[in-house]
């Protein structure tokens, strides 16, 4: 069979071609030669003669030559460990508390460029290369949700962890002024991605073993989902964490949220009040996975109904008036459009409450505010005192035609999951954004794709008691630990995972718990016996 078949490689740079198809070629003749009864010294020799034809790796400095596809390299040179200071307004601090984040850095390069778009700004990227024990990984870092910056704390922590990585300004340099949904859309961020792995493959003189992203919320789960929905081949595999997908509706959940709170201004709902409210939905249904633990394995079946809290004598700290009851199931509903009735996000199930805080205060949250002064009513002044928001209009220019590029909704995987990739959701049952949401998200990709197609390529693993993101210190969950990028590694090497994990968790004043958590739908269920600290003592089971 022709070579040009055995080793046809994706549709990429010149230069990463030209060395992936060296590399498959002299893996080719190694198997022919062996095959054919060649000496084994014999075989390698042939083979290494063929390695040898792919580009030899360009130095640091010699970067500076380098021209990826439509992008041009601005600035090329090797970072001392431990040398690096940020530009003005670039992260991190020196001197005074802290010091300086980026002194235990080691030594990498620092290449600097741009890259063209039709009709618009060219968009920064900088792209950073250990310059010794590179682990072949590419790991692109979170740009922020709305850009306008390099966010070098991103880089720093991947660069630590031996990969090389990627950040981009989005098209834009600093934060003033309302958002540009175009630099927020997915091409900025292909473009920076794309671009970096070309000067990757240039340097080391061979391309990434392995393009992951893993990230969480706002700040790079979007970044992420982007990513494989648009330009599938930019990434092997990706762990995306308290997702924000669906952005344009992202605000207005958390603007119900404060309206149903406060929509008796007499009597709002007050933070102090949650503590009781989770209580009781614990007793409600904490034992039904088969342990009493302060936990809800399954928020999905528990039928709590906060009418039992209704005050009898007048309000008192133990008890919720009829207003904070309709407040309370307002919040455990999805938002809804009040002309068409469709749900708009997902909502608040019980056992969420002790995140409700920060959503039910004083003051809209602050995503929610610039969301609509950004992108709703595009004036920098709006304040909800003033203009209250509605669920009518108000979402309808939300959704506007040009506002939708910045979404990353899109259930169709397809691409990504016919070249191979992974993806696994993470999400916790505690999270102050709404944790129904990621489960709205993983059943459109099933209804699109089909249960059977994404058995192996796509998972969604609901964490119980967990807050926003994996490793996150909380105020009001367990810090909860798993090492994702190795369970992904994994996964993309072997093309099979477990769809059962072991978490730990850490609540403040309270020894570690190991955790048992299974890929949804299922959950965990007590088997009856042994230690109930004992993850191997329960079982996944899908509730029926």
């Known amino acids: 069979m022709s070579d040009r078949f055995l080793c046809r490689p994706p549709r990429q740079h010149a230069h990463a071609a030209r060395l992936a198809r060296a590399a498959c070629l002299a893996a080719a003749l190694l198997a022919l030669l062996l095959a054919s009864g060649q000496p084994p010294a014999t075989a390698v020799a042939a083979a290494a003669a063929v390695a040898a034809a792919a580009p030899a790796p360009t130095s640091c400095e ?6 990826p596809p439509n992008a041009a390299i601005t600035s090329a040179a090797t970072v001392a460990a431990g040398a690096f200071a940020p530009p003005q307004g670039g992260g991190g601090r020196r001197g005074g508390q802290g010091g300086n984040p980026f002194a235990d850095l080691p030594a990498f390069c620092r290449v600097e460029g741009t890259v063209k778009r039709p009709a618009d700004t060219d968009v920064k990227f900088e792209v950073w290369m250990p310059a010794q024990n590179w682990n072949g990984d ?5 740009s922020g949700f709305a850009g306008g910056n390099i966010g070098y704390p991103q880089m720093a922590r991947i660069l630590r962890t031996g990969a090389a990585t990627v950040n981009t300004n989005r098209g834009h340099d600093g934060n003033a002024g309302l958002w540009k949904p175009a630099d927020m859309s997915a091409l900025p961020y292909h473009l920076a991605v794309a671009s970096a792995k070309a000067v990757v493959t240039a340097h080391y003189g061979k391309p990434p073993g392995f393009s992951f992203m893993n990230e969480c919320g706002g700040s790079g789960s979007r970044d992420a989902l982007q990513v494989i929905q648009t330009a599938p081949g930019d990434l092997d595999a990706e762990v995306a964490q308290g997702i924000i997908y669906y952005s344009t509706r992202h605000g207005v959940s958390q603007a119900w949220i404060y309206a149903a709170a406060h929509k008796d201004a007499a009597n709002p709902l007050p933070p102090s009040k949650l503590p009781m409210l989770h209580q009781a939905a614990l007793d409600a249904c904490d034992a039904k996975d088969g342990v009493k633990d302060g936990v809800l394995e399954d928020p999905l079946h528990c039928a709590f109904d906060p009418a039992v ?7 008192a700290p133990s008890c919720l008036t009829a207003s904070q009851v309709e407040a309370v199931k307002a919040i455990y509903a999805p938002p809804v459009h009040t002309r068409t009735k ?12 002790l995140s409700w805080g920060a959503l039910i205060g004083p003051n809209l949250y602050p995503y ?17 005192a003033k203009r209250p928001m509605n669920f009518d209009a108000d979402v309808d220019l939300g959704d506007a035609p040009e506002n939708l590029q910045i979404n990353a909704n899109s259930p ?7 070249r191979g990739g992974k993806l696994m ?4 049952w505690g999270d102050d954004l709404p944790p129904m949401s990621f489960i709205d998200y993983y059943k459109t990709i099933v ?16 964490v119980p008691a967990m807050g926003h993101c994996l490793a996150e210190d909380s105020a009001f969950a367990p810090t909860t630990n798993f090492d994702a990028v190795e369970f992904i590694r994994k996964w993309k090497t072997t093309g099979k995972a477990p769809r059962q994990i072991v978490v730990t968790q850490n609540a403040k004043n309270e020894p570690p718990h190991q955790r048992l958590v299974c890929a949804y739908p299922a959950v965990a269920r007590y088997k009856g016996t042994g230690n109930v600290e004992d993850p191997a003592n329960f079982a996944c089971q899908t509730p029926k």
């Open 62 to 67: 010699k970067l500076a030559a380098f021209a």
């Open 138 to 142: 590419f790991q692109p870092a979170s």
């Open 309 to 315: 809290l209704q005050c009898k004598n007048g309000d």
């Open 342 to 353: 469709q749900p708009l996000y997902g909502g608040m199930p019980p056992g969420s409450e």
């Open 368 to 384: 929610a505010q610039t969301f609509y002064r950004n992108l709703v009513f595009k004036d920098p002044a709006w304040e909800y």
């Open 412 to 418: 169709d995987l397809s691409a990504f999951l016919g």
């Open 425 to 428: 959701l993470v999400g916790g």
């Open 447 to 462: 209804a699109k794709m089909g249960e059977g197609k994404i058995r192996d390529s796509v998972m969604l693993f609901m």
